[in-house]
């Protein structure tokens, strides 16, 4: 396993739009390996394949205490969306920069797994914000897109000031 480099924002390759995955091999499961390792290093609870500069439509997230509960989507498309829910999100392509965002409260979603078998499942609260917030990487938006242009504009500058500070 290795350990990918995550893009930041304002990187333009973050609002590519992934592909379908057509090739479910052992490079997928490396792929997906290493995004766990990325994950669980940086840390965080969800990355999206666009993050790490690979344009599929692949994530992975784990929001487990004990980061054991691995969950991994690929080609995910949401079915039914219900409820209404304002959680505040951060991204690891936007370090240290948090937001209150409004999403469902509850998705269903049809995805494949790492070896191309279908399946659905449920996810509600904190786990339904998880999907939502990477299936946007997928299609190349980003969290703060949600934002009203006042607060992104904020938000980007402290980057950018946190991003200074620490080169």
């Excluded at 509960?69 to 370090?95: A, D, H, M, T, W």
């Excluded at 659905?120 to 703060?144: I, N, S, T, W």
């Excluded at 904020?154 to 950018?160: D, V």
């Amino acid at each position: 396993m290795s350990k990918l480099t995550i893009l930041e924002f304002p990187d333009p390759r973050l609002r590519t739009k992934a592909q379908p995955v057509t090739v479910f091999d052992a490079a997928l499961k490396q792929l997906v390996a290493d995004m766990f390792e990325t994950m669980y290093a940086a840390p965080g609870v969800g990355l999206a394949a666009t993050q790490v500069n690979v344009h599929q439509q692949l994530l992975v997230m784990d929001m487990s205490e004990d980061s054991d509960q691995p969950i991994v989507l690929v080609n995910p498309r949401i079915l039914e969306k219900s409820g209404e829910q304002v959680y505040q999100e951060g991204c690891l392509s936007f370090p240290g920069i948090y937001a209150d965002v409004e999403r469902a409260l509850r998705v269903k979603v049809a995805a494949q797994d790492a070896d191309g078998t279908p399946f659905e499942r449920e996810f509600e609260g904190p786990l339904a914000v998880c999907v939502q917030h990477e299936m946007d990487h997928l299609a190349g938006k980003v969290f703060v897109d949600y934002l009203s242009p006042l607060k992104r504009s904020l938000l980007l500058k402290r980057m950018e000031k946190k991003r200074k500070q620490s080169a």
